[in-house]
């Protein structure tokens, strides 16, 4: 059966995963691949590349932090006044046209580097949030594995797509270096921009009615009380909690990978053309694991899918670690990027579908709010301390020792998979979830 042969709303369905895509100009070529680099050695530049880390870790959790505060109260905000897809396309378009200035940035342009990064990434994270809260409208408790798989299967198409055109720019016109790397930054934001537009054309919010009243006069006010009305009621979403505090853990191992795989490959001396083909194995894996995971999520079930891929990250990881401490075969690091886009694309779509099952269709932006602040949150915990330990340990003369650092602190990111691991298959009533929601969609 077609991916999407039941799903009676196609064209939206569509338009939502195309804005996955769209985003990955920044997710991955921003995020992951290219401004930790270019700030280490452009912007700051200098000889001691533990600067060019700790800036880096400290402009990153900054951004998290402030989409962590913003995240719950815009989410009940977006339910009240259904300002969902405004929301969403104001944040996208705000990140495209920033990431477009980032290619002005030149040697000591520190604070405008930090502005523009900051803004453009609190705009795409909110993004998420409210592309996420899409997912209960455009899916039913049977096929929200599905229709979240398919986003995050169009997302990877997305990756593909962008590696090659990086890819032929890189080989083709000779530009290798990441102090050329700056038409690449116009080319991502132009993208993002685009990418949008099918959004912008098909997707429509779902009116819901709510019990709250929606007078303008205390916009503030109503806001708030659908946070303290959510707050009182925690205890009939309690799963949902449940996963969110687990979810958080093991987050901290993927947002750190995300942040910063481009220094790890430039600790096993990939050069830029080496990092974009270790990317395009990842994203390869990723896409296929995600397409996998639409085909048998539903039916096997949410945290017996999350566990396969918790697994799958464990055994990356502790690749990772034995390639800082050991000389391992130059062919085994593909292993390694196939390991990890494997992880990263069946975490993030199975992770988005438990939270759609566990949400009611009418506080969808507001529970989305909550899961893009605790991935947020984590993300912040688990970059500071990877940064911190990856420069933490110093020989007897004070020296660094990087490569021991390096393996500490994903020793620590192997440690957060594995505890999510067994917290989600003790903790996690998957049924019970699914019911508590399912009562308030079918009662809307």
């Known amino acids: 059966m077609p991916l999407l042969a039941d799903i009676p709303n196609r064209r939206q369905v569509w338009a939502w995963a195309l804005y996955d895509l769209a985003n990955q100009s920044f997710q991955l070529l921003i995020n992951t691949l290219l401004f930790g680099l270019f700030l280490r050695e452009v912007v700051v530049g200098g000889d001691d590349p533990r600067a060019g880390t700790r800036i880096w870790t400290m402009i990153t959790a900054g951004s998290l932090l402030i989409i962590v505060i913003l995240s719950p109260f815009l989410g009940a905000l977006a339910d009240q006044r259904q300002w969902k897809r405004e929301l969403l396309l104001v944040s996208g378009v705000l990140c495209g046209v920033l990431t477009c200035a980032l290619a002005s940035l030149g040697r000591g342009d520190l604070a405008l580097a930090a502005t523009l990064y900051i803004i453009a990434a609190v705009a795409c994270g909110l993004g998420e949030n409210f592309l996420g809260s899409f997912l209960p409208q455009l899916s039913t408790p049977a096929t929200v594995g599905r229709v979240s798989a398919f986003g995050w299967t169009m997302s990877y198409i997305g990756a593909l797509v962008l590696l090659g055109i990086v890819a032929a720019w890189i080989m083709l016109a000779g530009r290798a270096e990441m102090s050329q790397a700056r038409p690449l930054f116009l080319f991502a934001g132009i993208w993002f921009i685009v990418g949008i537009v099918p959004s912008f054309i098909w997707l429509r919010e779902k009116p819901v009615d709510s019990s709250l009243p929606q007078s303008s006069a205390s916009l503030v006010g109503s806001t708030a009380s659908r946070l303290v009305r959510t707050v009182r009621e925690a205890h009939r979403f309690r799963q949902l909690a449940r996963f969110l505090a687990i979810f958080f853990v093991y987050s901290m191992g993927t947002q750190s990978v995300i942040y910063f795989l481009g220094m790890l490959g430039d600790d096993m001396g990939f050069k830029l053309p080496q990092l974009i083909l270790f990317a395009l194995v990842m994203s390869i894996a990723a896409g296929f694991a995600a397409f996998t995971t639409s085909r048998f999520q539903d039916r096997l079930g949410h945290t017996r899918t999350i566990s396969v891929f918790l697994g799958v990250w464990v055994a990356g990881v502790g690749v990772l670690i034995a390639a800082q401490l050991t000389s391992l075969p130059p062919g085994l690091f593909w292993c390694v990027s196939a390991l990890l886009g494997i992880g990263l694309g069946g975490i993030g779509t199975s992770s988005r579908a438990i939270v759609g099952a566990f949400t ?60 999510g691991l067994v917290l989600l298959r003790l903790a996690v009533n998957e049924r019970e979830g699914v019911a508590a929601a399912s009562r308030e969609w079918t009662s809307t």
């Open 360 to 419: 009611p269709l009418d506080r969808a932006a507001e529970f989305f709010g909550l899961w893009g602040m605790v991935y947020k949150l984590s993300g912040i915990c688990g970059v500071v301390l990877f940064g911190t330990l990856s420069t933490l340990l110093r020989n007897a003369d004070g020296a660094p020792l990087l490569a021991e650092s390096r393996a500490l602190a994903l020793g620590a990111l192997a440690v957060c998979f594995a505890a």
